[in-house]
């Protein structure tokens, strides 16, 4: 028989793998939406407002950063703090305000289909 633990650890693994699959572009935007971050205070954001529910690493994050800045969604700009290293800022463009508001009503369609056929929540 499984332990709790080993169920947790399953259910973690499970939801690290879909937000690989899709939604770390919409998270992403999403925390980009009340102004610029970088990286760090993205994945540090993540986890903080979720509690540790969703942590992505940096190695996961970039590569989404990147496609979003060649898509257009993202613009950057470089500060170099007086102590410290360069910094790259992330922050929406029009058209990434935009895709958020596409990916946000689709995905908010999917939770409500989901939670219809699970039976735990009403449709909006």
Same mark, same amino acid.
């Given at each position: 028989m499984e332990s709790p633990t080993a169920r947790t650890e399953i259910r973690k693994g499970s939801?690290? /793998?879909?937000?690989? /699959?899709?939604?770390?572009?919409?998270?992403?935007?999403?925390?980009?939406e009340p102004g610029e971050a970088y990286g760090y205070e993205i994945?540090?954001? %993540?986890? #903080?407002?979720t509690q540790g $529910?969703?942590?992505?690493? @940096?190695?996961?994050?970039?590569?989404? %950063?990147? /496609?979003?800045? #060649?898509a257009g969604f993202v613009g950057v700009r470089w500060d170099t703090p007086e102590r410290g290293v360069p910094r790259k800022y992330y922050q929406l463009? @029009? $058209?990434? /305000?935009?895709?958020l508001h596409a990916l946000t009503t689709e995905w908010?369609?999917? $939770? @409500? $289909?989901?939670?219809?056929? %699970?039976?735990?929540?009403?449709p909006r």
């Open positions: 939801i690290a /793998r879909e937000l690989r /699959r899709g939604t770390l572009e919409l998270i992403v935007l999403h925390l980009l994945v540090t954001k %993540l986890t #903080r407002e $529910a969703l942590e992505v690493t @940096d190695g996961t994050l970039y590569p989404v %950063l990147y /496609r979003l800045e #060649r463009t @029009d $058209a990434g /305000r935009q895709e908010s369609a999917f $939770a @409500d $289909a989901m939670a219809r056929l %699970l039976g735990t929540g009403h």
